[in-house]
């Protein structure tokens, strides 16, 4: 599934310029589930943030998402996390994602592949967000 949204993805929006290793963890939020893939690719994109969220949606979408419940078993999840150093904060997007200085299964690949890129809102780069992120769910790197 990760393969099929990344070619869909550079089909959509661009060539992918670098992607993070596959990692596995636990479900977040309800637990009761089996684990969740993870990854962090980079693409350039010259749309809008919203006019990506509708691209990102229609994927998800089209690759059989079907959103019953918040945290609940999914087919494919794909977060835009940054819009380079834009903030948006709408109804419908907010950039940089609200959580990601949270969840350590986000800043373990985005640290991977952006290391010293810095959050535009908290001003600290990915690998001091990591670094000081109380989350301790086990991120594992599989290739």
């Given at each position: 599934m990760l393969r099929k949204a990344i070619d869909l993805l550079q089909f959509r929006i661009g060539k992918i310029e670098?992607?993070?290793s596959v990692y596995s963890t636990k479900a977040w939020g309800e637990?009761?589930?089996?684990d969740f893939l993870n990854q962090v690719v980079v693409m350039p994109y010259t749309g809008t943030a919203i006019n990506a969220l509708e691209i990102v949606l229609n994927i998800e979408h089209e690759m059989g998402r079907v959103r019953f419940?918040?945290?609940?078993a999914r087919i494919i999840d794909i977060d835009l996390l940054y819009y380079g150093d834009q903030v948006h904060h709408t109804s419908k997007l907010t950039l940089p994602h609200a959580a990601l200085h949270l969840r350590r299964f986000t800043l373990v690949p985005l640290a991977e592949v952006?290391?010293?890129f810095i959050?535009?809102?908290l001003n600290k780069t990915q690998q001091q967000l990591l670094d000081e992120c109380a989350d301790r769910?086990?991120?594992l790197k599989l290739v």
């Open positions: 670098t992607a993070s637990t009761d589930q089996p419940k918040k945290w609940g952006l290391p010293d959050h535009p809102v769910l086990e991120v």
